[in-house]
């Protein structure tokens, strides 16, 4: 059909443009029209019995109180919905068992749990097996308004995959869609299913002899392309390589009512009209489900070495980042790690070997197509820490040495979770509260050391670690606690967001959103920025039924800020939760 519709409008298009004529405009302007207006209709017919209109259409925006609570499935229309949807995967791909349930509820890591987890899980977990099968599967979902969660590999953090909507939601998971359809590395780009870890498809890259190309982004270990589009992930590689934003060529997503798009061609570059790949990128499952993701590549630095660098203050770590950053050099990473973290480091010593000074600590990556080039960065490195009062400079010779000097930043939070057990009152229950925060380049000394003091202020003197990915001005602050300090944790953190934002910051650089950070969104962008991100909801999932609740609010009465606060107090009054 493409192909037909391409031969007849190719010439039409062509005589138009020679003759000029209004008459053949008119009439493939009333073509469009009366195409689009046979959707809109079919599509009002479908859904007209059940659901009031809720924004007014001349609207360009939907504050909350436009809105109306929506109405989800009950029992007996999610067992019709259930009984069709089982006829499109089969039973193997389905199910009810009680443990994969609740590895769906929530993600391991996550600070924000289920308020109410006997409710908010999901009913099923359904395994699609192709974008067909999803399409078919959202169709039914959107016509009895059936909740659904898509879930890749389940490790964000701020709460987004709680089913607020249980208990009568499903989880769409793509562990089985989990391949590698083309390889292209003369155009440097590869295509995936959502289920495709980043790191199997480091490995695969690596395997390849005939080539030398790596992935970017390189988040939470676990993680897989699908929930990395959904939360636009990052990780220590982004100061180079950037984010999932810059990382997607195009996307094949299943919209709500099932229908299928394709977000582009898949040259690098394109400047045909609306951005659609970017419009779903960072959406957290809300808008559309992704089943197919084409990924820019980048050819693997020919040499690459690790040398770290340790300050009397972080402060002068910060303005060390600051500078180089300023005078072009372009580290393919630079962290930094406070005094905290690195004693935890030091002193839990999960690697066995090193021995690190207990001070604020830059680590960097540089990589050049010579060793002489490495160098030559490295001298500028060096020459700029120590005019920033550096203690010590150690650079890795090989690459052992690389590995052995980069684990302490790769096991940051595991050494911070296990000095929680050392430190805490209790020490049977450790729980960490790990978020992020990004400001401009140029704030991030600044806010780091506003932040740090407010933490010792509110009383955390000791029990937090600061872990930043300091190349792009973001910073990641990990508290330990016992349970009952919940609020005062919460507190910190709207304090530390709000700092963040004071700066021209964000508040959150790689996490998302979710429900953690819902409520800082109008203050950071302002209300009418969220009223339009609803107004998008809602055009292209009018009946809320993708991963409801998560960003922004989508009912008028949503009690889940309050649900949170109380839910979290009495699960940890009532479990012992350990990781
Ligand atoms: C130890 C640890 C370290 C971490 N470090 C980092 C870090 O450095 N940088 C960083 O950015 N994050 C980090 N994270 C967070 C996490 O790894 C990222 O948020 C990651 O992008 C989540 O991917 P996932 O596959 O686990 O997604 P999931 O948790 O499964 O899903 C994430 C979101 O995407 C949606 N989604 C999933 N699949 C699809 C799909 N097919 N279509 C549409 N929507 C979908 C989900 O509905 C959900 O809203 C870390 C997490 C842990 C536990
Ligand atoms: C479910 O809702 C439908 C109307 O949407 C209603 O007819 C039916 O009785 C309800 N079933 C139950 C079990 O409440
Ligand atoms: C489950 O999905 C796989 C892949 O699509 C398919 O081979 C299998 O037949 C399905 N199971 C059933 C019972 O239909
Ligand atoms: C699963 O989907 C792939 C396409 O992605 C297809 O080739 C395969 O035949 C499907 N398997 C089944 C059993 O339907
Ligand atoms: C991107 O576009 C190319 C060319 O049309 C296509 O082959 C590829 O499958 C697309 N990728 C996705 C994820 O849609
Ligand atoms: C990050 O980038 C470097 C190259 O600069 C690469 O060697 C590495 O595999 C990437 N991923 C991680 C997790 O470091
Ligand atoms: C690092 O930890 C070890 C114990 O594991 C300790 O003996 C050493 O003094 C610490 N190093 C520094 C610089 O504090
Ligand atoms: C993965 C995860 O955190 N699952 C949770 C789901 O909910 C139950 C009940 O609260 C928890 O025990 C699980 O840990």
């Known amino acids: 059909m493409f192909s037909i519709l391409k031969k007849r409008t190719i010439p039409r298009l062509i005589r138009q443009y020679s003759s000029n004529s209004p008459k053949s405009t008119n009439y493939l302007y009333y073509t469009a029209l009366s195409v689009g207006f046979i959707s809109v209709g079919y599509?009002?017919?479908?859904?007209?019995?059940?659901?009031?209109?809720?924004?007014?259409?001349?609207?360009?925006?939907?504050?909350?109180?436009t809105l109306t609570t929506p109405q989800y499935a009950n029992d007996s229309k999610f067992n019709i919905a259930f009984e069709q949807i089982k006829q499109i995967v089969g039973d193997s791909n389905i199910t009810f068992e009680e443990e994969v349930l609740l590895s769906h509820n929530d993600s391991f890591f996550s600070t924000h749990h289920p308020p109410n987890p006997q409710v908010q899980k999901p009913k099923v977990v359904v395994y699609p097996n192709s974008t067909e099968d999803v399409s078919k599967i959202l169709k039914i979902c959107n016509e009895y308004k059936v909740p659904l969660i898509a879930n890749s590999g389940l490790t964000s953090l701020e709460g987004q995959n709680i089913h607020t909507r249980g208990p009568n939601s499903i989880s769409l998971s793509f562990s089985r869609m989990d391949k590698i359809l083309q390889f292209n590395p003369k155009d440097l780009d590869v295509v995936v299913q959502p289920g495709v870890g980043w790191v199997e498809l480091d490995d695969f890259l690596k395997d390849q002899q005939d080539s030398n190309l790596m992935f970017g982004p390189d988040p939470g270990i676990g993680a897989n392309i699908g929930g990395m589009v959904g939360t636009s992930a990052s990780g220590t590689n982004a100061s180079k390589y950037l984010t999932m934003k810059e990382n997607v060529i195009n996307l094949t997503v299943v919209l709500p009512d099932g229908t299928i798009i394709k977000t582009r061609q898949r040259p690098r570059k394109s400047a045909a009209g609306y951005d659609l790949t970017r419009l779903f990128i960072g959406t957290e499952g809300t808008l559309g489900v992704i089943t197919e993701i084409t990924l820019k590549l980048h050819v693997r630095p020919k040499f690459e070495f690790v040398s770290i660098a340790s300050f009397p203050t972080i402060t002068d770590a910060a303005n060390t980042a600051e500078t180089i950053l300023s005078q072009g050099v372009n580290p393919n990473a630079m962290e930094i790690l406070n005094e905290e973290m690195m004693s935890f480091v030091n002193e839990t010593n999960i690697d066995g070997k090193s021995e690190y000074l207990q001070k604020p600590t830059l680590f960097f990556k540089i990589g050049g197509p010579s060793i002489s080039n490495v160098q030559d960065q490295f001298k500028i490195i060096e020459s700029i820490s120590s005019e920033n009062k550096c203690l010590e400079f150690k650079t890795s010779q090989n690459q052992d040495e690389n590995e052995e000097l980069w684990s302490a930043r790769r096991n940051g939070l595991w050494s911070t979770y296990q000095y929680g057990t050392k430190i805490l009152k209790d020490p049977e229950d450790v729980q960490v509260w790990t978020t992020d925060v990004a400001v401009p380049i140029s704030k991030l000394s600044i806010t780091i050391a506003e932040i740090n003091q407010m933490l010792i202020d509110e009383g955390f003197e000791g029990k937090f670690s600061v872990m930043g990915h300091i190349g792009d001005g973001n910073c990641h602050f990990i508290i330990l606690y016992n349970s009952p300090d919940y609020l005062k944790v919460s507190k910190a953190v709207d304090k530390m967001v709000f700092t963040a934002l004071k700066y021209e910051g964000t508040c959150t650089g790689e996490h998302g959103v979710g429900i953690g950070k819902r409520k800082y969104l109008p203050i950071e962008l302002g209300e009418t920025s969220i009223d339009l991100m609803r107004h998008i909801k809602k055009a292209i999932d009018p009946n809320?039924?993708?991963?409801?609740?998560?960003?922004?609010?989508?009912?008028?009465?949503d009690d889940l800020d309050e649900q949170l606060e109380h839910g979290n107090l009495l699960e940890k009054q009532n479990c012992m939760y350990n990781h």
């Open 544 to 557: 809320t039924i993708l991963n409801p609740d998560k960003i922004f609010k989508i009912d008028p009465n």
């Open 43 to 65: 599509y009002i017919g479908i859904n007209s019995k059940n659901s009031t209109p809720i924004a007014t259409p001349s609207r360009s925006t939907s504050p909350l109180s």
